[in-house]
């Protein structure tokens, strides 16, 4: 069992969504818990894994004991057993919460709903576990089909994002596919460590060259980097609450993910910074992203729309700290892979409880909040901490190594973006704190149940414990992962860090 684990994490979802409609045509309700058991069963394998890794080292897993290169090769090591982790528990804790927003927002829908949810998790892992870069397309393509599907269910909206997605998406899996056949092309294999090891004497060649641009291209568009984020605001803000909340946190982080393996694993730092300024780019395309995320979220009144510029900005920290190429931003941007993926869940987890109480996700809509929904409110507050950099919420430590990074590297724009947007973040947080705790109530029509005497005002209309209970332990793990960051570098990510830098 104990060596099965890293492929048992990817199996449970997936036979468990082969299984979903059967159980949804006997009967519907089935589905809930059928969905949450796959996750935590997968979620115990993951952990397997990771306690695995750090105790015995990198796992090989072969399919039908075909060898690699000639074999697909599953290699878990410290990155990918890390990110297998945040993975499973994410989307664990967003299972959890989805059983009553999804059937207010699409009633009628939750078999559908919760076969895609599964699927879209398996791709999730697929891409993290596997070490032959064209399987990693194979689960790309899961992921982005079952995303695609999971959006257009949404608003009104919802169909044209998705659609806008799947086009953007498309181009995107083109160009990385494009990369997969020009490496085979002039190495004749798939198998990433294989790869890392034909090419050093390959770099000089036009084809590897084109190769590693579409790699890039074709991933910055699956992570949404400015310019070519262009699909995911709208995607993510007309989706349901549900499929926000699992793919902002989740897409992105995979994608960085794969782009830190294939700079710094199936090529090498001397080929990045020396014979392509890619690292240089990088850094620069990050500023940009930073800037623009921030001044695009200053000017929105659209809850979740705010967030996904939000999302933006967040993702120019981790490509910086990539961009950076030395210890301490890499060490930032992997640990911002964990903190950004909790502060993303947190926020759309927010988001979804605001739309299931209130009807919807205008920022007038968050009027009286704090009075009506205090837990919700407090996880905000927790997570605004963060996002503004407030020790000893994880936003801080983050921050902290890539701004180490920064100025060892002597890279004083990425420095200052990162500077001023905890300070525009702090604007929003205070901007929405004021209308929550100020405003007056919402007049969104929906009953208040009143509490205590019949003297007091007061009035409490929460989300129900299956939205706040995940909630609240997102923003637990905010804090405790905060507090807890010098152990989780020094036990886990030091040793993900490439050693090649």
Known sequence: MLDQAPILTIIFPLIFAVITPLLGWVKKEFCYPWVIAALCLSSVCSIITLERVLCHGVIHYHFGNWSPPW????????????????????????????????????????????????????????????????????????????????????????????????????????????????????????????????LPELYHSKVILVAFIFFMVGLAIKMAIFPLHTWLPDAYTYAPSATSA?????????????????????????????????????????????????????GQKDLKRMFCYILIAEMGYMLGGIGLANKMGITGAILHILNDALMITCLFLVAGAVVYKRGGHHISQMKNNFKTMPFSMAAFAVVGLSLIGVPPTCGFFSKWYLILGAIEAHHWAFLTALILSSAVNAILFFKIVEIAYYGE?????????????????????????????????????????????????????????????
Not at 481 to 498: D, E, H, T
């Open 441 to 501: 109530e919402s007049s969104s029509g929906v009953p208040h149940v009143h509490v205590g005497t019949h003297h007091s005002h007061s009035t409490i209309d929460e989300a129900p414990a299956s939205i706040l209970i995940p909630l609240g332990i997102t923003a637990l793990a905010i804090l405790l992962v905060g507090i807890f960051s010098a152990k989780i570098v020094s036990g886990v990510i030091q040793y993900a860090v490439p050693p090649n830098l």
């Open 246 to 298: 699992l793919v902002a946190p989740l897409m992105t982080k995979v994608s960085v993910y794969v782009m830190i393996r294939i700079i710094y694993t199936v090529f090498q730092p001397n080929f990045t910074m020396e014979m392509v300024p890619i690292n240089s780019i990088i850094s620069w395309v990050a500023v940009a992203a930073i800037l623009y995320g921030i001044i695009m979220a200053l």
């Open 71 to 198: 074999g697909i090769e599953y290699v878990i090591d410290h990155l990918n057993s890390f990110v297998l982790v945040l993975v499973t528990s994410v989307s664990l804790l967003v299972a959890i919460s989805s059983k009553r927003s999804i059937e207010k927002e699409i009633p009628q829908k939750e078999v559908y709903f919760y076969t895609l949810f599964l699927l879209q998790v398996t791709g999730f892992l697929g891409i993290v576990a596997t070490g032959d870069i064209f399987n990693l397309y194979v689960f790309l393509e899961i992921a982005s089909l079952a995303g695609y599907a999971l959006i257009a269910v949404g608003e009104k909206h919802a169909s044209f994002a998705s659609f806008r997605y799947v086009v953007m998406g498309t181009i995107g899996a083109c160009f990385y596919l494009l990369g997969v056949g020009y490496l085979y092309m002039a190495t004749g294999s798939l198998n990433m460590a294989d790869l890392s090891k034909i």
